[in-house]
């Protein structure tokens, strides 16, 4: 696994950065691809539903998670 790395993101029109791992980081882009969403909405989503307690990159860590322990459970269920 890599080190994390700074990214951009535009939440509500509103620059910011997450430091996210390669693995993730292509992870995440591809469910974007895959639910044919914007990277920047699927960020949103995550963003409007997260804790806020929870960092907006571990948001993104556990989301990612989910997504694929559904897929290997065979639930066709968005996390």
């Not at 029109?13 to 693995?23: A, F, I, K, M």
């Amino acid at each position: 696994m890599t080190r994390p790395i700074k990214r951009s993101l535009t939440l509500q029109g509103h620059r910011t950065s997450v430091s996210l791992e390669d693995e993730f980081w292509r992870a995440f882009r591809d469910i974007a691809e895959a639910r044919d969403l914007p990277l920047n909405a699927l960020a949103a989503e995550i963003d409007a539903t997260r804790d806020p307690e929870t960092g907006l990159a571990t948001a993104i860590r556990l989301y990612v998670l989910r997504h694929y322990r559904e897929l290997a459970r065979g639930s066709s269920a968005r996390p």
